[in-house]
Nanobody, 122 residues
Framework: QVQLAESGGGSVQAGGSLRLSCAAS????????MGWFRQAPGKEREFVAS????????KYQDSVKGRFTISKDNSLNTCYLQMDSLKIEDTAVYYC???????????????WGQGALVTVSS
């Protein structure tokens, strides 16, 4: 059973930075695709970014392009989301997800983390 553990959430002022981490449990194949979704209060969960397991191909939601960077360390089986130039509208619970093939908004994903709260204030 794949388990994902997120860390790194917190509060920051607009324009600041945070880095989220998502560690996959021991035994998870290190070629899994991983990614991040977020859910703001009163809104649907939305795709943020993903990285493929083997080639490291990345995809981003348009609103975070140029500000967020996703990466994956296969040796640690950990995915990171570096968030820079944060905006108030980035406030949400961020969830990590993993899949043997790919992570995207149109795919049913079985493995999820518990969520990490990111709060951006003015």
């Amino acid at each position: 059973q794949v388990q994902l553990a997120e860390s790194g959430g917190g509060s920051v002022q607009a324009g600041g930075s945070l880095r989220l981490s998502c560690a996959a449990s021991t035994g998870t194949p290190n070629n899994y695709a991983m990614g991040w979704f977020r859910q703001a209060p009163g809104k649907e969960r939305e795709f943020v970014a993903s990285v493929s397991g083997t080639l490291g191909i990345t995809k981003y939601q348009d609103s975070v392009k140029g500000r967020f960077t996703i990466s994956k360390d296969n040796s640690l089986n950990t995915c990171y989301l570096q968030m820079d130039s944060l905006k108030i509208e980035d406030t949400a619970v961020y969830y990590c997800a993993a899949d043997p093939y790919y992570v995207g908004p149109d795919r049913y994903l079985e493995f999820w983390g518990q969520g990490a709260l990111v709060t951006v204030s003015s």
